[in-house]
C-alpha cells in the first residue's frame, strides 16, 4: 500500500492563512505605534504612513473576497517582538520593515503557486506587486533618510 500525498489547501484555507499574515504584519502593526523622528523624517514617516494604507485597502479586498466566498475571515495574534517597535526611531525601523517585507512576499509567492482559482490568484498577484512595490520604496528610503539630514525626500 503506498502513501497518499497530503490534500493540497483549499483557496479559503490558504486566503485566510494570508489574511491572517498580514492583518498582524509588522507595517500594519506601525500604524498605532508612536515612532520617533525629528523634522528631517517625517516626509519619509508620511511615505510609510500611506504604504500603511495602501496595504489596509488590499487587505479589505481580500477580506471582501473571502467573505464574498463564504469564508470566515481568520485571526491571528500580533508577534510580541513587534512591541518593542513603540518609542524607537524611524531609522532604527526601517531595516527591520525591509527585511520583514521581504519575509513576507518570499510567504506570499509561496501561497500564490498553491493557488489554482483564477480569481484568487488574480487578487494574490495584485498583492504582489503592491508589497514588491513598496519593498522597493522602503530600499529607498532606508538608502535616503539618515537623521540630521536637511531634506530625506531628495
Known sequence: MSALAPPLPTTLTILNRIF????????QYL???????????RAVWKE????????????QRLAEFIVRRKGVLATAAVDERFTESHFVSLNHLLPRLVNYQQWLIQELEKDLAKLDDPE??????QMLQV???????LRTLQQRYTPGQKDATR
Open 131 to 137: 508589497k514588491r512595490n513598496h519593498l522597493e520604496k
Open 20 to 27: 491572517a499574515r498580514e492583518k498582524v504584519s509588522f507595517l
Open 48 to 59: 510609510v504612513s500611506r504604504m500603511i494604507d495602501e496595504e489596509q485597502k488590499m487587505l
Open 120 to 125: 484568487a490568484r488574480s487578487l494574490i498577484e
Open 31 to 41: 500604524k498605532d505605534a508612536w515612532v520617533w523622528t525629528g523634522a528631517d523624517g
